[in-house]
């Protein structure tokens, strides 16, 4: 089974330091999604690529924060300076896009948790 | 800004009973899609049913189904036969139809299954 990857699971790193979390999602999805899950709470968006082209972000996604998936295939999430706010889950989610799959679902990793001491 | 709301922040149901977990949705919005998907713990989060707002008809998904309520904004879940494995955190979810496609998840509901 070829699921979304993630990868590491957990991190734990101290304030200030930069982090990077990687997503492998499903081989011939195009569409690749990273959303952010505090404890007790439901996803909230972070940013979105179709291919390469990063197409949204969310105001959460601060400038400390940058997202790349320069294959159109893996991406890569970076925080810089992390604060301890910064702590959560961070979800990776992929799916085919276009006119023929606006209706497909989004296909979930299991997550990289973070935790910034 | 669409929002949703899911006013059950936790849920207990006796195995092989029925439960409804409940969801409403702020949208001006006429095309999108509903969700839900369960988060079992430590675990990734999978779609439990889709609901079209086109559709008028209920979605239904062996023992999961939906209560679509277009107008009021409100989109349940009901589990019927409640299973071991159903305990999760459930979380309903809005997509509107545009070239994005971001959800937009409620808070959630811990659903708990007693033996």
């Known amino acids: 089974d070829t699921g979304v990857s993630q990868d590491p699971r957990h991190k734990i790193t101290k304030r200030g330091q930069n982090v990077t979390f990687r997503c492998d999602p499903i081989s011939e999805h195009n569409r690749l999604y990273w959303y952010r899950q505090t404890l007790g709470q439901g996803p909230e968006f972070l940013t979105y690529?179709?291919?390469?082209?990063?197409?949204?972000k969310s105001r959460l996604l601060s400038d400390r924060f940058s997202a790349e998936r320069p294959k159109g295939s893996f991406s890569t999430l970076e925080i810089q300076r992390t604060e301890q706010g910064d702590s959560a889950m961070y979800l990776c989610a992929s799916s085919l896009g276009g006119l023929a799959g606006v209706g497909n679902e989004q296909f979930f990793g299991p997550g990289t948790r973070l935790t910034v001491l | 800004a669409q929002t949703v709301t899911q006013s059950q922040p936790e849920m207990s149901v006796q195995e092989a009973e029925t439960v409804t977990l409940s969801c409403t949705y702020d949208t001006s919005e006429s095309d999108y899609y509903l969700f839900w998907y369960k988060q079992p713990p430590s675990r990734q989060m999978i779609l439990v049913i889709r609901q079209e707002a086109y559709k008028q008809q209920n979605a239904t998904e062996n023992r999961f189904s939906v209560n679509f309520q277009k107008a009021a904004k409100s989109f349940s879940l009901k589990i019927s036969d409640s299973q071991l494995g159903d305990a999760a955190m459930y979380f309903c979810a809005y997509r509107f139809n545009n070239a994005g496609n971001m959800l937009t998840f409620g808070g959630g509901t811990r659903l708990m299954v007693k033996p």
């Open positions: 690529f179709q291919n390469e082209a990063q197409l949204e």
